[in-house]
């Protein structure tokens, strides 16, 4: 009787894109090296795991705690330049309420909202450098799969917070203190609180960037095989109606200009959302 074929074992492969394959002896369980005359081939492996390293629960948690306080200093050194910085900061947050006198109603407030201001602006420039921190920890427990999904959706998600940023101060910001300005000229005077001002500018951008991320968690979710593309769209009705309450809710002037500005921009980034799961629904029968 001839002797039983070697069994073909795949073993990873360092920096390939598929796995090299092996062979073990059946009669004595030996493992047959490349030399053996078993013809290697190359066997794809899309949920392969390039850059797994086996780690204990503890080293977990300390490269975690590694990567938050890098982070943290991040942020408190970004927070402290901009602290240097932050009289330039609140003229530039000052420009869109030309006209009004701000007042400092208590000892301090200014101190405070310098403070405050500070955060906000640092948090914002440190933010590529906690996201690539965050990155690098998730990533390498990720399949291939999973790090093509995760590092775009990621990056769109930054890019979507600055444009979230961008859209409440160039149309946000603006029409919502002409609207307020201009209601009741006439019977008042507008002499503001420089803290309710800016708690009401950085408040304002901060819940417009955060509403931009619609599209992303959208991407996600038709990604991951979760909701499809058909079925957002079926719902375009409750999206209105659930857009209205976020802006009413994420806007603190609760004034009607502003709530249809940011009904309006949330609704089209839905829309836009629905394309993007309709694409990716598209390739994910290509890509399995």
């Known amino acids: 009787m001839a002797p039983p074929a070697p069994i073909r074992v795949a073993r990873p ?10 062979a073990i002896d059946p009669a004595d369980g030996s493992t047959l090296g490349d ?15 390039p850059a797994e390293v086996e780690m204990s629960l503890v080293d977990h948690l300390e490269e975690l705690r590694r990567r938050v306080l890098r982070s943290l200093v991040a942020v408190v ?13 609140v003229r530039l947050l000052e420009q869109p309420a030309q006209g009004i006198h701000f007042l400092q109603l208590a000892p301090g407030e200014f101190l405070f909202v310098s ?18 921190e965050g990155l690098c920890f998730v990533l390498p427990g990720l399949s291939r799969r999973e790090r ?8 769109g998600s930054a890019l979507l917070f600055l444009a979230g940023l961008a859209f ?19 019977v008042v005077e507008p002499l503001w609180s420089i803290e309710r001002y800016l708690d009401f500018v950085l408040l304002l951008m901060v819940a417009t960037a955060l509403a931009f ?53 949330i609704t089209a980034l839905y829309l836009v959302g629905v394309g993007l799961a309709s694409l990716v629904s598209g390739l994910r029968p290509s890509a399995a």
């Open 35 to 49: 030399d053996a005359g078993i013809d290697q081939t190359i066997l794809p492996a899309q949920d392969e795991f």
């Open 148 to 155: 093509r999904l995760v590092a775009p959706a990621v990056a």
């Open 213 to 265: 991320q619609l599209p992303v968690l959208q991407l996600l979710l038709a990604a991951l095989g979760l909701v499809r593309a058909r079925a957002m769209l079926s719902a375009w009705r409750w999206v209105v109606l659930l857009a209205a309450l976020a802006g009413a809710v994420l806007t603190p002037s609760t004034d009607p200009v502003t709530m249809l500005l940011l009904t309006g921009a």
């Open 168 to 186: 409440a101060w160039w149309a946000l910001v603006p029409a919502a203190l002409n609207f307020l300005v201009n209601y009741g000229a006439d």
């Open 115 to 132: 403070f405050k201001v500070a955060g906000y602006a640092g948090l914002s420039l440190a933010l590529p450098y906690v996201l690539y």
């Open 77 to 89: 050194g970004a927070a402290a330049a901009c602290l240097l910085l932050v009289r330039p900061l």
């Open 13 to 22: 492969g360092a920096g390939s894109e598929g796995q090299s394959v092996g």
